[in-house]
């Protein structure tokens, strides 16, 4: 079995020079320098990787050793997994730990005849518990391990508690680990979508000098701080411009991600503010809607929780109107909808929804309905 890794899923990538620090994150990212475990998990376009590669800048500035890897389903399987983090830390580790560390890339790869009882995730940690230096591991892409054996390695370099180790990971799905534990132990600090997005500074740093405080505030409504989907925006000449950029970005990084399930329940849900799964199921009428919703969260497809409302989710508004402009739903399917969302919102308390989706299904009766439904809500009607 051939598990050599190639030099360049060792580097990292190069920062250009018009990549701006993101200097609160980064300063973040340094008092969390000593947890265990740090995550980086958020949809494509939120900088995990360049955020990474500037933190690798600073760590090792400081003389941090940092190995960096760069993930793919050819790492995915745990002899393999192991051989790779055997690679990295052998590549920046001191002269007197490189022998070590190599060792079980070799034994993994087949050059050395192991033991019968020979594993390759307690040798892998019995190598690095040997490591004299405080050692980073950064692994970039880990959407891409599938595998559970190869999740079950991670955890164990997490549980083995090696008090000089640290991992960091960018990922667009939550990991498989055991975060709920870890966060209870105070070893994990986590970045997320709304974390990771860009500030109004940020923003105003990104449009022509010119630009007032009022362009920044739209830039930032429009696109709640998605730094992909500000410089996208703001790069744009024209609306058409900005409409073919988001076109191009989701159809080539977001769909392909989609199954068929998944991409025809987000057709409906683009219509709705918020939604539960079981709401999603109720209004939307799409076979399994309970469980493709739930497949949905934490995938990093532009999905999060929805603000002041626990337990409840949201779409990005610019992927919810790519939705509703690329997978339309006929007239009779929206009616239906809205009617459906009428009823549910009535159901929940929420006259206000209720009687927004009254008024956008164009039907005199049915707001009529809300109305005196919500009018002991409603202290004053005209």
Known sequence: MDCSVPSHKLMPPRLGGGIAMRDALLARLHEARHAALVVLAASPGYGKTTLLAQWRQQLVGAGARVGWLSLGPELDAPARFCAAIAASVASVASVASVASVAS???????????????????????????????????????????????????QALIDARLPRLHLALATRCRPALRLGQLGAEGVVVEFDDESLAFTLAEIRACLPPESGQAASVRLLEATRGWPAGV?????????????????????????????????????????????????????????????CARSLVGQGIFIGPARAHAG???????????????????????????????????????????????????????????????????????
Do not use: K, N
Request: hydrophobic share 50%; with cysteine; aromatic share 8%.
């Open 104 to 154: 079980v890339a070799s034994v993994v790869q087949g050059d050395v005849s192991p033991s019968s009882r020979y594993d390759p995730t307690e040798a892998l940690i019995a190598a690095l518990a040997d490591v004299p230096d405080e050692l980073y591991l950064m692994l970039d892409g880990a959407e891409c391990l599938r595998d559970t054996g190869a999740w079950a390695v991670l």
């Open 231 to 291: 410089r996208m925006l703001a790069g744009a000449r024209t609306a058409d411009d900005s409409r073919a950029a988001l076109d191009a970005y989701w159809t080539e990084v977001v769909a392909p991600g989609l199954s068929a399930g998944q991409a025809r329940l987000l057709r409906w849900l683009a219509w709705l503010d918020r939604w539960t799964p079981e709401l999603a199921a109720e209004i939307t009428g799409v076979p399994r809607a309970v469980e």
């Open 312 to 382: 409840w989710y949201t779409l990005h508004p610019l992927f919810a109107d790519w939705l509703r402009w690329s997978m339309p739903l006929g007239g009779a399917d929206r009616l239906a909808l809205h009617r459906r969302a009428v009823a549910a919102w009535l159901r929940v308390g929420s006259s206000g929804e209720a009687l927004d989706h009254a008024m956008r299904a164009d039907d005199a009766g049915l707001v009529a309905h809300v109305v005196r439904e919500a009018m002991p809500a409603m202290p004053a009607l005209s």
